[in-house]
């Protein structure tokens, strides 16, 4: 990661290589942004991690991790609203969890610039499915832009700001994965003062979407837009470039891949490319289409482009054919590479890739396959000692809502407890559900920041319709899966201040859970396993929910920690005279630190990889499994 001296310095003019998610977070110094709420999402986490590590430097700043994207949208536009520059940050489904305000947000508008930066995750490489947020600027009635790498990231955000005030709504700044985690030189700009202090100025007749005030803001709102579609017409970001006998229309990274197949394929063509993409440039499309016969369109996911491209010919009668996904030459799935777009140019030309993708497959079957690596739990991860506690208890049998986090990995064997996953904080809800119409046990987990993000309201939601689930949370005293950012039960700020952090069994008491109790998964696996089956018998006997937290903390904080204080436990082994070689060790627990020595037939522990946490030594029967004096 860049050093956050390197973002901080005041040097217009100087070059420095960065990745698209530090060029925005600079981006933020160089356009005045008074505050910035987020909650971290994969592939936007490195905005948020190099802001937090910023703000403590910056006068008149303030910085969040919100407990949710709902409320990094309503802190953020309330922020807009009072007059002061802001930006929220969320990963594509985090954009979901703030629908509802984000459509409000649009209808009253904003008094000084507010940037939504939406991370989208085409392949899904880290999300549970490939939202396309184009679509929600489409819905909403939202301005939006669309880099296609980190020099426009940064541009765009200048230009999303100044647009943003020009017009008084929110703007969309949508990046792509393949974007956000690219590395390219960037230009400084000037950083400007931010403004000390601003007021909120009242205007209810604005700001409170009272039916008789909506109905009035909704008119506006299609007036901004039609003002925005000027600006798209005539921005600089939606450009025509090259020439040749057929047109192509694309936004986002597909720029990249059409530049390259362009090159490579040795073809002549006219490119629009669109920077600004809702709403499109209408003008500018219609004018290539008139001037070709053929006109592509490349794109990652939905027929964004494409439906806009047939709207404007039909609507402008013009008599063009539209190659796209539609016809089956692009894709819409997963994201776009190079070989993707050649193959199609090649299909559509009827000519010969002038790559020999089969030869680079050949190669690639030559190498020798890297040995398959299942997502696993880290080793020391207190989650596994749980799932293992949890799976004993109920022998396998009961049903395991699970929650967007590490804990979803358990999905794998041996563990498999995770049946069920919607969203963020779905363990809960659907865990009432199930228990509602099945008989089964019903043991859901979700993690400490997944907690304060979005279960208190199906915890809400199971006590007061009673609902007889048992709902682990897995407190392991971080946001770990998206780069271990602080939550309301770290006690840590965004702005690096320390604070008291929120009780997660007091909060539940709070929320009226009669049973609830704080165990730690290291101390006894006899011990964790009885409490699962007392709980689960609470919960027979009272039919309510029953809450356990199982609190240790993330193996990765846990090993930081004693490097920072050079302590090296005493190391883990397999005991060869008493091990059986039965190894239910490494059947039932699968520690990525354990292994079966093929020559003697016995477990064995790596002490490379070990993480010190004991679970093993529990599992094994024979007491195989000791820690060296
Ligand atoms: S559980 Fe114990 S006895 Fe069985 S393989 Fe593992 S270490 Fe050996
Ligand atoms: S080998 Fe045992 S002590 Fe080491 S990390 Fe794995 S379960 Fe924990």
Redesign the pocket.
Known sequence: MTKVDTLLEDTPGKEVLLLANEAIARGVLESAVRLVALYPGTPSSEIGNNLARMAPHLENFYFEFSSNEKVAMEVAGAAAISGARSMMVCKGPGLNVAADPFFSLAYVGVRAGMVIVVADDPSMWSSQNENDSRYYALMGNMPMLEPADPIEAKEMLHKAYEYSERLELPFLLRTTTRVNHTRAPIIYDDIPARPETVSFEKDPFRFVPVPAVARKRHPWLLEQIEKAREISNSSELNFFESSGDFGIITSGVSYNYVLEALSTMEIDAEILKIGMSHPVPDEKIKELLGRHERIVIVEELQPFLETHARRIAQLQEINVTILGKEQDYFPEVYEYTPKIVMNAFSKMMNRESPVDWEDIEDTKKELPELPPRPPLLC??CPH?ATYYAIRTATRGKAIYPSDIGCYTLSISPPLETADILFDMGSSVTTACGIARVTDQDVVASIGDSTFFASGLPGIANAVYNQHPIALVVLDNRTTAMTGHQPHPGTGLTGMGEQVPGLDIEKVCEGLGVRYVKTVNPFDSMADLVADIRQMLDWIRENQAPAVMISKAPC?LLTAAERRRKEERPSP?YVDEETCTGCKRCLNR?S????YLDTETGKAA?DKD?????????DVCPVGA?MQEE
């Open positions: 080793p020391g596994r193996a883990y627990l520690c990525p630190a354990m522990i990889l070990c993480n010190f946490c004991g679970t093993c030594v499994i």
